[in-house]
């Protein structure tokens, strides 16, 4: 994985087909991901580079202590909306939705590349006196790389056919789901089963977050132990009870970002007008002044150079200003067609959990999304023309300044017609 650059040099991603599972600076499968209060997800190890300023020069493979990181930085900036967060990297919360995500597509990837092997085996090396039997007297392979037969959604591990057959039979493994790497359909099995698992309590790891505190300030999900002793007087209810409630008004707010999705596109197509008329008529202009030059031959070369450099200054000048508000244009529509997908792929794709967990948070930017009006000025219309000069033996004798023609910037009487809405 490549070295990201500074934050202040980071370019925004292209969201036209944006995927879920990539982060956006190093464009590699998620490790660690972590969650901004913005919605934005990177690398644990990205962001904290980013917020180092490490240029893209160091080398990826020697990562930077995250004490050290923490103590020098107590404002994490977002690389890809510029907004500044207080608080260390440690205290961002882990993006469970998105690690899921991107360890189901790493696994698939590995399955279909058949480099997969028995994740037990590899731990515990077979011993000579062991022979080539296991302990259950099922045959495996000798040495460390016995090829995998199934997957362990519960243990994330990849077990050989000797590993699994004593997976069944142990009493605290018995239950969990086992899926063969050979089946067809082993992504969406998978996926499925993903979805049915529920995570430990944070502060009770050996409690399952089974219930969700629903007092204002809460809105969070939690064990049993969390509801005797630290929100026994709180309103909390069985997760599957709200659970499809979030889900729906998470599917709600795709429909909302995506009237914001539709404003933004709108200004950035109007933008690309705007520029394609202002070459136009630059291009047009720049043929109207050669011909005139081959009318005015040597006399008037001079001028003809002066001219076309007056013509190249506008020019670069108004691409310029044009560039910026197309930059601005693209990175209100990346952050709204970025929310819009996490969305949705959390309403259709996320566990009861992170449902719950995370809903309030997308639905309160999806909202802020449609509340907030766009920041975005569009320029009017500015076009050059060429004005050559009439009486050419005047111009000649007393004002050879004049001789070739002036040039003229005019700004349309009629704005754009998403200036005028607005």
């Known amino acids: 994985m490549s070295a990201p650059v500074p934050v202040s040099v980071v370019e925004s991603p292209s969201y ?28 644990a190890e990205c962001l904290r ?10 080398s990826a493979t020697r990562p930077l202590p995250a004490r050290e990181a923490d103590s020098e930085n107590t404002q994490v900036v977002c690389p890809l909306c510029r907004r500044t967060f207080c608080g260390g990297l440690e205290s961002l919360p882990t993006n469970t939705f998105i690690e899921k995500a991107a360890r189901l597509r790493r696994l698939e990837e590995k399955r279909r590349a058949k480099q997969l092997s028995c994740s037990a085996c ?22 460390p790389t016995a090829d995998g037969a199934a997957y362990c959604v519960e243990c994330d591990d990849t077990l050989c056919a000797a590993c699994c057959s004593a997976h069944r039979k142990l009493r605290i493994t018995e239950p969990h789901h ?13 996926e499925k089963l993903m979805m049915t698992l529920t995570p430990p309590c ?39 009870d709200v659970t499809a409630t979030h889900r729906a008004a998470l599917l709600s707010s795709v429909g909302t970002i995506a009237s ?77 067609e970025n929310v819009m997908t996490l969305c949705r792929e959390l309403a259709t794709l996320g566990s009861d959990v992170e449902v719950c967990d995370l809903a309030k948070m997308y639905i309160s930017r999806a909202r802020q999304l449609l509340l907030n009006e766009s920041d975005v000025r569009m320029p009017k219309p ?41």
């Open 122 to 143: 590899c731990r515990h090396p077979c011993d000579a006196s062991v022979g080539p039997t296991g302990p259950t007297g099922v045959p495996r392979s000798v040495g």
């Open 178 to 190: 086992l899926v063969e790497l050979s089946d067809c359909n082993f992504t969406d099995k998978v």
């Open 260 to 336: 914001t999705v539709e404003r933004v596109t709108k200004d950035r197509d109007q933008v690309r007008t705007v520029m394609c008329r202002l070459n136009n008529s630059v291009k047009k202009t720049e043929q109207e002044i050669a011909k005139r030059a081959a009318e005015l031959n040597q006399v008037a070369a001079k001028k003809c150079q002066d001219l076309r450099e007056i013509v190249s200054y506008f020019h670069l000048d108004q691409i310029g200003k044009l560039d910026r508000v197309q930059g601005d244009v693209n990175r209100e529509k990346e952050i709204g």
């Open 202 to 240: 944070r502060l009770h790891p050996n409690q399952l977050r089974s219930l969700y505190c629903r007092e204002a300030g809460c809105s969070t999900t939690i064990c049993s132990n969390c509801a005797v002793k630290t929100h026994r007087t709180h309103d909390f209810v069985d997760i599957g």
């Open 49 to 58: 580079r980013c917020s180092a300023g490490i240029s893209g020069s160091h």
């Open 16 to 43: 036209d087909s944006y995927d879920v599972t990539l982060c956006t600076l190093c464009s590699q499968l998620y490790n660690d991901p972590v969650l901004l209060p913005c919605l934005h997800t990177f690398c």
């Open 382 to 422: 500015v076009s050059l023309t060429f004005v050559p000069s009439n009486d050419l033996e005047t111009a000649f004798g007393s004002q050879p300044e004049k001789m070739f023609g002036t040039l003229e910037t005019l700004r349309e009487a009629k704005v754009m017609p998403l200036a005028e809405e607005r």
